[in-house]
């Protein structure tokens, strides 16, 4: 299973411009979803909440870490969850497929449901939120919402600016003719918007499909393309120091500094796609990717930690006691 695995297939749907949802109040997930081999299951990340780590996972799985020992909590949905984003210890959000995102006010005990349709068909990818209120959550074919009000409602944005020319142009020509054909070809035009970080300077990077990479310094109202020169899919992106790193479909990894404007590439002595990175109190970069690869990278150079045959790694996060954890296809996992 590669990570594009992770994104559904998708039908061209026309999402709405704003949505929001209740729970089902027949809907028990005590009774289906509470498994004993949750942790073993397949889990896509993991997020540190105050003194204690938050996993999300398929069938709507959220997992604890607390005093060492993982305990899965009930959600109100049962479809997969991609990304877990803690704001502070106490409010976080889960997004994932059917443009699933799901809160909590207490640290991951408890979760709400916010939204979640599925006739826009498409998931969800990353959630992240840089105020208690404001936030955006992106996904697959340029799916892209905001809320100004912690998630009570999300608003539908289009972001053409991140088309090819010739898209824009066709488009276009489209709206002008057929408004229910544009509105439908526009909704498969964009790339997957795989990751969504905030710098240190409060800019949004923005890194997806065909070797997007994208900035933004009003909080992604309007993003512009950085220059570069790769066409495959870009899964991550994390900051160190002066540097940025991006990375992505088998195994490049590139680095800049702060301008984005000139990339090298790190080398690495595996092809492998890369998922996911960390980046310690002491600087140190790590990277997990599929064939359960796990990388240390000093400046543009990367050494071999482990390798675990037969699974993919997908996210890594530090616990309160300074242990790595890893998540994938195979559940949670500790390095031996």
Known sequence: MTFSMLRSAVAIGISACLYTASVDAQFDPLTVQIQPLAQSSLLLDIANAGDHLVAVGQRGNVLLLKNGQWQQVATPVLTQLTKVFFFDD???????????????????ETWTLQMQSTEIEKPFLDVRFYTANEGIAVGAYGLFYRTTDGGKTWQDEFHQELLFEEDIAYLNELKAEDEALYLSERSALLPHFNRLIR??????????????????????????????????????????N???????????????????????????????????????????LYLVGNA?????????????????????IVAIAKDSEGQLWFAGSKGLFQLK
């Open 90 to 108: 106490k409010q976080g959000w889960a997004v994932g497929h059917d443009a699933t995102i799901i809160h909590t006010n207490d640290g991951g």
């Open 199 to 240: 710098l240190a300077d409060t800019r949004l990077l923005l890194v997806g499909e065909l070797g997007m990479v994208a900035v933004s310094d009003d909080n992604g109202h309007t993003f512009t393309k950085v220059d570069f020169d790769y066409d495959g899919s870009m899964f991550n992106a994390i900051q160190v």
């Open 242 to 284: 002066d540097s940025i790193y991006v990375m992505g479909l088998r195994g490049h990894v590139f680095k800049s500094d702060l301008t984005l404007s000139q990339w090298q590439q790190v080398e690495l002595p595996v092809e492998s796609s890369i998922n996911g990175a960390l980046v310690t109190a002491k600087d140190e």
């Open 292 to 312: 359960g690869i796990v990388l240390s990278v000093d400046d543009t150079q990367a050494e071999i930690v482990t390798r675990r045959q037969g699974e993919n």
